[in-house]
């Protein structure tokens, strides 16, 4: 084997050997994004809510986006955008409604102020909170 050859393959094997570290810490930095309070707060409004409780798909919630508001007077407040799916169609607690089995994608707005969700939306439709039609 030639010199060249040789220093080929340990370059092969480093670059190799990066890949692994470089996805580890790639995947921690997601995780971390997930522990803000204001994400956690959403998340633990959403699995409550009756929208979700009723038919969600746990594994197919998702973060989308954490936005600062810009306000010009207190309390500041984050907006939480968070995607998810249910197993039927409609919001809010579905109980004693035939309904067919249709998966239905929605997409929630979340205000966090101060800990507090005071606001949701799904599908710029259905006010969680006060269940109703917006």
């Given amino acids: 084997m030639s010199r ?11 670059v190799s050997l ?20 204001d994400v956690e707060v959403s998340l633990r409004f959403i699995y409550s809510s009756p929208t979700f409780s009723f038919d969600g798909v746990a594994d197919s919630v998702s973060i989308i986006k954490v ?7 207190p309390p500041a407040f984050k907006i939480v955008e968070v995607e998810f799916d249910c197993t039927h169609g409609g919001f809010g607690d579905r109980s004693g409604s ?6 239905t994608h929605h997409n929630a ?9 005071t606001l949701m939306n799904i599908d710029g439709v259905w ?3 006060n269940q109703k039609i917006l």
């Fill in 109 to 117: 707005i979340l205000h966090v102020t101060e800990g507090n969700v």
């Fill in 4 to 14: 060249k050859s040789g220093i080929i393959i340990l370059t092969l094997i480093i």
């Fill in 98 to 103: 035939n309904l067919p089995k249709l998966s």
């Fill in 127 to 129: 006010d969680e909170i």
């Fill in 18 to 37: 990066c890949i692994p570290v470089i996805g580890i810490y790639a995947w921690q930095a997601k995780q971390n994004y997930l522990v803000e309070p």
């Fill in 67 to 73: 936005t600062q508001a810009m306000t010009f007077a």
